[in-house]
């Protein structure tokens, strides 16, 4: 039997949630403690949702599946502002799973692929890519810049790809991209534009209806403020169509599976049932209670407040993105070389926080090319002003003793 032990308080008070204490637990000499998640996911989860995940477990293949299924994807489809020729469904796994699987059922072996990269999950794009595919290119823009329409219209005139990956929110470098422009050039040249938007959706509008992309894919961790364990796919006939053509598509990620599957209420594989319970209470809340639109103009507050709380500490911090290519779910900022960002996560923890030091290999190439590296401040989900506001009061004064 497990040893298990919880404590409260501690050297060190928690400084958020109303005065409420530090938790902690130890399992079979694990401590496991309760900090607010300031990391580009998994992000913080509202109690109403921990709760959830104690509802009564039922079975997945059960009429109360497909209810619970079926008023999911109608929120999600709401959440999405999905055109009438989108199918939306669940994938078991994670965003990566939702991107292997849309490039897998949309790229024929002999399809030439264009990745573009304005950070890390364009890159990850190339790899699921090249696992099959020999006509995969990469066009890459620089780190914490958007996509420049001149150089991808250059390209695209030249290659004459089938299908065009692209990144809606790249949380490795804070950098959004305007993907109704991008996509409509796509569609000019005739291919099929795949979009990640893991780190966006539910934080922000997602253009489908504008864009028109072949497929939009997400997950559950990150502005949907749930745990990890739903890629989700957003597809049209035209995505759908062309499935049908692929010889290559792998039983769990055949999206033409998903789909089929979701218009029964039902997902493919066996789903985390009770992540079912709390996407069901969650998306509740997102479209019933918060409201699309006010949860949308709480991160643009956020990610205003964020860029002049840095701009206002120019002695040890400097934003990583112009204001046009900033993202509206988490703010990348160079950090001053005097800053110790191993310490200041520690002290950062000590007060109850987890807080992001920087994408590592960004920050490798960062540190060669320059001696600087960056952190992201994330402000998606469910994280309030006050939460925020506390966040960034504790992070002031680590940083501040440290600079000094």
């Not at 994807?73 to 199918?87: G, K, R, S, V």
């Not at 099959?132 to 219209?153: C, S």
């Not at 049932?273 to 209670?289: A, P």
């Not at 590296?373 to 402000?379: A, E, F, L, S, T």
Request: some cysteine; glycine content about 8%.
């Amino acid at each position: 039997m497990a040893r298990l032990q919880a404590t409260f308080g501690g050297s060190q008070p928690s400084t958020f949630g109303g005065g409420s204490s530090f938790f902690s637990l130890a399992i079979q000499g694990v401590i496991l403690s309760e900090l607010k998640l300031f990391i580009p996911g998994p992000t913080w989860i509202r109690p109403e949702v921990r709760k959830a995940g104690s509802y009564p477990e039922f079975g997945h293949r059960d009429k109360q599946a497909v209810e619970i299924i079926s008023n999911i994807l109608m929120n999600l489809e709401h959440i999405a502002e999905l055109p009438a020729a989108y199918q939306a469904t669940l994938i078991n796994g994670s965003g990566s799973n939702a991107m292997e699987c849309a490039v897998r059922s949309l790229v024929a072996e002999t399809d030439r692929v264009l990745c573009i990269c304005v950070g890390a999950f364009g890159e990850l794009f190339q790899t699921l890519a090249t696992g099959f595919n020999a006509h995969v290119e990469r066009l890459d823009f620089t780190p914490g810049a958007g996509i420049d329409l001149d150089i991808l219209k250059s390209v695209l005139d030249k290659g004459s790809f089938d299908v065009v990956t692209l990144t809606h929110n790249e949380s490795s470098t804070g950098v959004a991209t305007d993907i109704v422009q991008v996509c409509e050039l796509i569609r000019m040249h005739g291919a099929l534009a795949i979009v990640d938007g893991v780190s966006l959706f539910a934080g922000a509008p997602t253009c489908i209806a504008q864009a028109l992309p072949a497929a939009y894919v997400t997950a559950t961790q990150k502005c949907l403020a749930l745990p990890p364990g739903f890629g989700i796919a957003f597809v049209n006939e035209a995505a759908l169509a062309k499935a049908q053509t692929i010889k290559n598509r792998v039983y769990t990620l055949d999206l033409l599976r998903h789909v089929d599957m979701a218009r029964q209420g039902q997902t493919l594989t066996t789903p985390n049932c009770t992540l079912l319970n709390q996407m069901h209470v969650q998306l509740d809340y997102i479209v019933n209670q918060e409201g699309l639109q006010a949860r949308f103009a709480r991160h643009r507050k956020q990610q205003n407040d964020v860029r002049a709380w840095v701009r206002a500490r120019p002695e040890r911090f400097r934003l990583f993105t112009e204001d046009a290519d900033a993202s509206p779910s988490l703010t990348s900022l160079y950090v001053d070389s005097r800053l110790d960002l191993s310490r200041t996560k520690a002290l950062m923890r000590e007060a109850g926080y987890l807080i992001d030091t920087g994408y590592g290999k960004l920050n490798k190439r960062l540190m060669a090319e320059s001696g600087q590296v960056m952190m992201r401040i994330p402000h998606m989900g469910d994280i309030s002003d006050q939460m925020l506001g506390s966040f960034l009061n504790a992070l002031d004064n680590f940083t501040g003793d440290l600079a000094r």
